[in-house]
């Protein structure tokens, strides 16, 4: 069983697109997150949910929201991409805030 | 402002060494301290972290870290190195300031030669 999984894999769209990633947990747990990793494999938290509220909001240009329909998924929407939104997109959980993450294996999403 | 730093893009260690990766850190407060390993082309996984108690953590694929308070430090380190320990490795810190986000290190990318 996966803990925590991502669909799709591979993103591949062109600028100007609407897209969106899911993300879904089975392991139980009250938090989960979506980072941005770029090219440079820096890591960065775009946003967190605690019991479907949202906990922290990065400065993420508003074109990224998530979307929690329950505590084991949260989507990522992606409104007007652009080039720059190319990277690999990471989902996670935690049984609470500050407890070690669990991360699903990444959405790479490419931008032309 | 808290802070987490890998003074070395890359460690290049021989296989049946031991190696080190090292962390440092700015907080204020106590520190929880966490290392991950993230191999080609998957998601990070969690190896150990330090909240209170002893200094020595250990933690998955016979990892260890050092919690060195007084350098504000979290080094990383295994007896002797793999081949398929070759990967990029994070440290993080609890920032109880900002909702208890982690600060996430640059990584360090740990290269052990055959």
């Known amino acids: 069983d996966t803990a925590v999984s991502q669909t799709p894999k591979y993103l591949v769209t062109q600028m100007g697109n609407d897209k969106s990633i899911k993300c879904e947990q089975n392991?139980?747990?009250?938090?989960m997150y979506w980072y941005k990793q770029d090219s440079k494999k820096f890591l960065k938290i775009m946003f967190s949910y605690n019991n479907k509220e949202l906990i922290i909001n990065e400065t993420v240009p508003n074109r990224f929201s998530p979307k929690s329909p329950d505590k084991a998924h949260l989507n990522l929407h992606i409104n007007s991409l652009e080039l720059g939104d190319s990277a690999v997109y990471f989902c996670?959980?935690?049984?609470?805030?500050?407890?070690?993450?669990?991360f699903g294996p990444g959405t790479r999403l490419t931008v032309l | 402002a808290q802070s987490v730093a890998q003074p070395e893009d890359q460690v290049n260690v021989a296989e049946g060494n031991p190696l080190t990766v090292k962390c440092t850190y700015s907080?204020?407060?106590?520190?929880?301290l966490f290392w991950y390993v993230q191999y080609p082309n998957r998601g990070l996984q969690f190896l150990l972290k330090y909240i209170t108690g002893d200094n020595l953590v250990k933690g998955s694929y016979g990892f260890e870290a050092e919690f060195n308070k007084s350098q504000t430090s979290f080094h990383l380190k295994k007896p002797s190195a793999l081949v398929s320990d070759s990967a990029l490795y994070f440290c993080a810190v609890r920032d109880i300031n900002s909702n208890y986000q982690l600060i996430w290190g640059a990584g360090t990318k740990l290269i052990i030669k055959p």
């Open positions: 996670a959980s935690s049984q609470d805030l500050g407890e070690e993450q669990f």
């Open positions: 392991l139980g747990h009250d938090t």
């Open positions: 907080v204020s407060g106590n520190p929880y």
